[in-house]
């Protein structure tokens, strides 16, 4: 109970405090400048697709929107599929499973996809670029007159012999007695009951139950007059005809004049399936066409040169008019034009201003000074070119022009203001800083202060001349300046410096400078982009860092006019080729390098800009107006732009994959997978994404998942080409972004069948041929050396016995010699020596043999069957038998082998010794001097015979030619004279 008085005291005071803020915000309102007034109502937009554009014919029988926002028209030679940028066409020449291309009627499936009816297939399902047709035990559907759907999936379809129920492919007949055949397009109301209508009655079905209401004597459903459904959010359902409403009662049926119903709790549609030429949108607008006109609320909005048949309004509130000259688009404008002369002729405006009375002035070329208040738009002709406008702080308004300054009086005029020190010439540019201080630049000049006491910056000693074109005035204190052709001035504290190309700037020529709220200034370039500036307050010139973005990044241009910024962070900028917002924080993540590319929303003739050339010789070129609306100048008029209205692109966009081509043939889809043959390695896939304002502004992506690869930009491009994917099981998988999120991918599979050559059995089959091979090349090599053991064995015994034979040459004749008197005693110590010396050498043979012997098997086995092992795979990998191998991997190949083969032929030359032992070598006879060659070989051994005192005489007979190896008899016979040589160890003589 305490607690009473003190909740009243507060309810009091807070009503008490709303009630003051309440009269606050009158107050405010009223108190708004009497000059103040809101921006024109942007306009209505229209767009036109014909046969030029992919439509076959101009004749429609349907006009739907699917669940995923795609376009479906039905004609008479063909199904068109529209996104906004393509038509894909379904036809017997695109699609085998089709035998007509003369389409009735079409009708949206809630679960995606639309329901077509075909005047030869009967029913068929189109979704995901496969075309199903619908079949009763086997067999199509005959022709019918109307399909309706409200579930997904499933559908009801009325011929002129039955009323089928479809449930996917598969149809199931509801009734089939002519006397409850629909002769209408049939409806299910709220509480799920079926009704259609016959020629005479209509009809309810309800649980597999059928009830009939007789219609009224004399009305008679007409197929070729138009009947509609109407159903309230209560499940009541009534129809119109014969221009009566009729509303089936307690009573029965109860007509009356056909009702303005509310769209919000109304709903009308054709009955009879056709497309419909009026439309009440859920906005309470109605939609209507009469003849080639297309009214809003009774208001025309749009004129064809062809009669509209049907109307559309798709989920965006674009309307859609079918006519017999062309799909037509009818959007309300984004931006709205002011300054249009009443002479017609396009207004060229250069420069804005708002005064603080929030009127927007601009002036041009032309001469002409406009002004946009609460009076509307005035404007007069001056005749003298206008280059800048800038109010004072003092309230008066200024003008640039070619003959100096010039005050703006009223009624709109200019009065130059000749005096001591002031500009007669053209001046670019007029500003006021922060504290009120007036800056103009005239040719190469810039000046600061006011009429008549000016300080002058510009011509300075030891400065660049240059002409300066804009202005920004930071919160640091500092003023920036962009010029034609020096970059950006920065004047901080009396000093002047520059910033340009050492800093990073791609282009001298600075149009438009702008700074944020954090202090990072934003510099639109001629022809370089545009440039992002970080620069700390005090901090020299020298330490910008400078980031250029430019059209290579997903901007619009190159050359960038006039920067302004919302109230959601959004840089707007005015080009040649229109305008575009790009949201600030992408910039930032650009520039901190974690974005490869940025999307934009752009600006033009499909927004409702009259020109999208806009202006910025002169500045500012744009504004942003006190109440949020965006100013720009352009070639025609003012372009005004409420940010408001132009939501942020941050929401994923669906995204459908058509199909795949492979050698220009269609590849079907069967259950969810491609199956490419082997021949078929280079193929593409298309994919749409719904985009009708502006379509260009998508960016797709995509990707192989299981390569691992990364997302590949294909920026506009609507087709992935693929020109050798390796065989097996992948995923493809595209994104599509208008600006913000990726969409989740669609993804489609793909199974790529190898060549034979390619298969795991093959390559299984090529190893173990290798392995076999491998095998008998070693048993081969094996058994040579166990035959070249033996030819050894066989030399080995021979040199024994013939050492054994000498030995009792030896004995004999040192028996002999014991005989001898003279020389007995000098004979048996020569004989004794000898005798050891031969035995010891026998030994030493004996030895040497053992150790020939392992020495060439281990050279046979150790050296050369690794060797040739090693020489036979650096072939074949050299030679392509594994693949061609990796380019930087040839070399070490090559080298590798050089060196396997020099190494095998040092061995060779080692085995060529054995062989010559063993008398293994083959003779190369040559005819020649053999008394010459008997000479040469001598005479190689005349130093050795003098040094032992041993006379060396040839007698061999002179021109005797003989045929002979050179090689081997020099070796033989040079052998011979050393064995001589030294078995006569004093003086003697050796012939």
């Excluded at 639309?114 to 005959?142: I, M």
């Excluded at 070329?365 to 509307?376: K, P, R």
């Excluded at 034979?756 to 091979?773: G, K, M, P, Q, S």
Aim: charged share 25%; with cysteine.
């Amino acid at each position: 109970m305490l607690l009473a008085p003190a909740l009243r005291h507060a309810f009091a005071t807070a009503r008490r405090l709303a009630l003051a803020c309440t009269a606050v915000a009158v107050l405010a309102g009223a108190a708004r400048p009497a000059f103040a007034a809101a921006p024109p109502e942007p306009g209505w937009t229209q767009a036109t697709w014909g046969l030029r554009d992919g439509l076959p014919v101009l004749t429609f029988s349907g006009l739907v929107q699917d669940r995923d926002g795609y376009l479906w028209i039905s004609t008479f030679d063909g199904l068109l599929r529209f996104d906004g940028a393509a038509f894909t066409v379904f036809d017997p020449s695109t699609h085998p499973e089709l035998t007509s291309s003369r389409f009735a009627n079409l009708q949206a499936d809630p679960g995606g996809g639309v329901w077509v009816g075909s005047e030869v297939d009967g029913l068929l399902h189109v979704a995901a670029g496969e075309v199903r047709v619908v079949r009763e035990d086997g067999k199509p559907l005959p022709p019918g007159s109307a399909v309706f759907t409200d579930r997904p999936g499933e559908a009801v379809y009325s011929t002129s012999e039955c009323l089928y129920l479809v449930r996917g492919d598969e149809a199931k007949r509801i009734v089939g007695s002519e006397k409850f055949v629909a002769f209408c397009r049939p409806r299910r109301d709220r509480r799920g009951d079926l009704w259609y209508m016959t020629r005479d009655q209509l009809v309810r079905l309800r649980d597999g139950r059928f009830t009939t209401f007789p219609l009224p004597s004399g009305l008679q459903i007409v197929p070729r007059r138009e009947q509609f459904w109407w159903q309230s959010d209560a499940g009541d359902l009534s129809f119109e005809c014969d221009g009566l409403f009729w509303r089936l009662g307690a009573n029965g049926f109860e007509a009356g004049p056909v009702p303005s119903l509310d769209p919000r709790t109304h709903r009308r549609e054709r009955a009879d399936g056709k497309p419909d030429t009026r439309l009440l949108t859920p906005d309470g607008r109605v939609w209507e066409a009469r003849g080639a006109a297309v009214l809003r609320d009774g208001v025309e909005v749009a004129t064809f040169s062809g009669e509209v048949a049907a109307l559309l309004a798709d989920r965006d509130g674009t309307v859609w008019a079918a006519a017999s000259d062309g799909l037509h688009r009818i959007a309300r404008a984004v931006v709205s034009v002011v300054g249009a002369r009443t002479d017609g002729k396009p207004t060229l405006v250069s420069v804005l201003a708002q005064t603080r009375d929030e009127r927007v002035w601009f002036g041009g070329i032309q001469g002409v000074l406009g002004c946009w208040g609460a009076e509307g738009l005035r404007w007069a002709s001056t005749g003298r070119i206008i280059t800048a406008l800038a109010e004072t702080r003092d309230g008066a308004m200024l003008a640039g022009t070619f003959g100096g300054l010039a005050s703006v009086d009223e009624p709109l005029g200019l009065r130059l203001l000749p005096g001591r020190g002031e500009p007669t010439f053209e001046v670019g540019l007029l500003s006021c800083d922060r504290d009120g201080v007036l800056w103009c630049s005239a040719r190469d000049t810039l000046r600061s202060g006011r009429i008549g006491a000016w300080k002058v910056w510009l011509p300075r000693e030891g400065q660049p001349s240059t002409t300066v074109r804009s202005a920004l005035h930071r919160r640091d204190g500092s003023h920036w300046f962009g010029t034609a052709g020096q970059g950006i001035l920065v004047i901080h504290g009396g000093s002047l410096e520059w910033i340009g190309a050492a800093q990073g700037l791609s282009s001298l020529r600075v149009r438009g400078l702008y700074e944020d709220e954090r202090g990072v200034v934003w510099a639109g370039t001629e022809g370089g982009g545009l440039a992002r500036i970080e620069l700390p307050a005090g901090a020299p010139a020298s330490r910008a860092k400078v980031v250029v973005i430019g059209r290579r990044d997903g901007l619009l241009d190159d050359t960038m006019h006039a920067i302004v910024e919302d109230e959601r962070h959004r840089l707007w900028v005015s080009t040649n080729r229109g305008i575009f917002c790009v949201s600030r924080a992408r910039l930032d993540a650009f520039a901190a390098g974690d974005r490869t590319a940025l999307t934009i929303r752009a600006f033009g003739e499909a927004q409702g800009m009259a020109s999208r050339e806009c202006n910025g010789t002169s500045q500012p070129a744009a504004l942003r107006a006190k109440d949020g609306t965006l100013w720009f100048a352009s070639q025609a008029g003012v372009v005004v732009i409420d940010p408001r209205h132009v939501p942020d692109d941050t929401e994923a966009r669906g995204i459908t994959i058509d199909g795949v081509l492979a050698r220009a043939e269609r590849v079907p889809v069967k259950g969810g997978v491609v199956r490419l043959s082997p021949s078929q390695r280079e193929f593409s896939i298309s994919y749409a994404s719904p985009e009708f304002l502006a379509p260009q502004q998508l960016r797709f992506r995509y990707r192989l998942r299981e390569h691992g690869g990364e997302w590949i930009e294909a920026g506009e491009r609507r087709t992935a080409y693929f020109t050798d994917a390796s065989p097996g099981r992948h995923t493809f998988e595209v994104q599509v972004s208008s600006g913000g999120a990726w969409s989740a991918p669609a993804t489609l599979r793909l199974e790529l069948a190898p060549h034979w050559w390619e298969t795991i059995a093959f390559r299984l089959a090529a190893l173990a041929a290798l392995v076999a091979a491998l095998w008998a090349a070693y048993r081969r090599r094996l058994r040579a050396l166990v035959e070249r053991e033996r030819e050894l064995q066989v030399q080995v015994a021979a040199r024994t016995a013939e050492l054994e034979s000498e030995k009792q040459a030896t004995e004999a004749a040192r028996a002999a010699a014991e005989g001898a008197r003279a020389d007995a005693e000098t004979a048996r110590d020569l004989a004794q020596r000898s005798l050891e010396t031969i035995e010891q050498q026998a030994e030493e043979l004996r030895v040497l043999d053992a150790a020939k012997s392992r020495f060439f098997a281990n050279v046979s086995h150790e050296f050369r069957t690794p060797l040739t092992l090693t020489i036979g795979p650096l072939e074949d990998l050299l030679g392509g038998l594994y693949g061609e191998p990796p380019a930087d991997a040839r070399e070490p190949l090559e080298l590798a082998l050089r060196n396997a083969n020099r190494a095998l032929a040092q061995v060779n030359r080692i085995l060529d010794l054995a062989r010559l032992e063993a008398g293994g070598m083959a003779l190369q006879a040559h005819e020649g001097d053999l008394a010459r060659e008997l000479r040469d070989v001598a005479a190689l051994f005349g130093p050795l015979a003098v040094r032992r005192g041993i006379a060396l005489e040839v007698d061999v007979r002179d021109g005797a030619p003989a045929w002979f190896d050179r090689a081997c008899s020099s070796r033989r016979w040079r052998t011979c004279c050393r064995t001589r040589s030294s078995s006569r160890r004093r003086a003697g003589t050796c012939g």
